[in-house]
T-cell receptor, first 118, second 112 residues
Framework: DGGITQSPKYLFRKEGQNVTLSCEQN?????MYWYRQDPGQGLRLIYY???????QKGDIAEGYSVSREKKESFPLTVTSAQKNPTAFYLC?????????????????FGQGTRLTVV | GEDVEQSLFLSVREGDSSVINCTYT??????LYWYKQEPGAGLQLLTY?????DMKQDQRLTVLLNKKDKHLSLRIADTQTGDSAIYFC????????????FGQGTELSVKP
């Protein structure tokens, strides 16, 4: 079955460490996204990518880094520069917006990774 | 930028109808979506509407779009305890190249 998979489901990080969250999709989508969710704040966009080897900063990119070496994969690294990394992280994918501005760009979401700093 | 806003909480009794509202500021909306998030899980698409429609019905769900007032609503008929979740509206805007903009989410609590 096609879908989007995030791993791990729970992740613990010590202060000062970098950690990488995995996101893989087999939906043949060009576009992939990372969101951060905190209680009462909805979804905030961290980074997005519309094509392999290209990505753009979202609204809260500071302290995060991404790569897009393969169409299927969009890993997110939470660096030690991120001051408040404890949150629920969601990855999503969709068809790319630039293909047609009038196409349905519905996003498909993974099940999330809960990151806790200990 | 383009704002999408929702009220944060809604409480209803089991069997009643729930109406979750969403407003947005940019008139270049193309597709408008409703997602459901259960605790500790990702978002699942419930339904969507294209901006040239004003209503869409799918079983217990009715979506109403007032494009003039930039107002979207989701009505859930005969609400059940299993409908308790956070509901997000999301809008794609032509002026933003189709990128989805999400509201803050409405936490629906259904009391027996």
């Amino acid at each position: 079955d096609g879908g989007i998979t995030q791993s791990p489901k729970y992740l613990f990080r010590k202060e000062g460490q970098n950690v990488t969250l995995s996101c893989e999709q087999n939906l043949n989508h060009d576009a992939m996204y990372w969101y951060r969710q905190d209680p009462g704040q909805g979804l905030r966009l961290i980074y997005y990518s519309q094509i392999v080897n290209d990505f753009q900063k979202g609204d809260i990119a500071e302290g995060y880094s991404v790569s897009r070496e393969k169409k299927e994969s969009f890993p997110l690294t939470v660096t030690s520069a991120q001051k408040n990394p404890t949150a629920f992280y969601l990855c999503a994918s969709s068809i790319a917006w630039h293909r047609s501005l009038l196409m349905n760009t519905e996003a498909f979401f993974g099940q999330g990774t809960r990151l806790t700093v200990v | 930028g383009e704002d999408v806003e929702q009220s944060l909480f809604l409480s209803v009794r089991e069997g009643d109808s729930s109406v979750i509202n969403c407003t947005y500021t940019d008139s270049s909306s193309t597709y408008l979506y409703w997602y459901k998030q259960e605790p500790g899980a990702g978002l699942q698409l419930l339904t969507y509407i294209f901006s040239n429609m004003d209503m869409k019905q799918d079983q217990r769900l009715t979506v109403l779009l007032n494009k003039k007032d930039k107002h979207l609503s989701l009505r859930i008929a005969d609400t059940q305890t299993g409908d308790s979740a956070i509901y997000f509206c999301a809008v794609s805007f032509y002026n933003q190249g189709g990128k989805l903009i999400f509201g803050q989410g409405t936490e629906l609590s259904v009391k027996p």
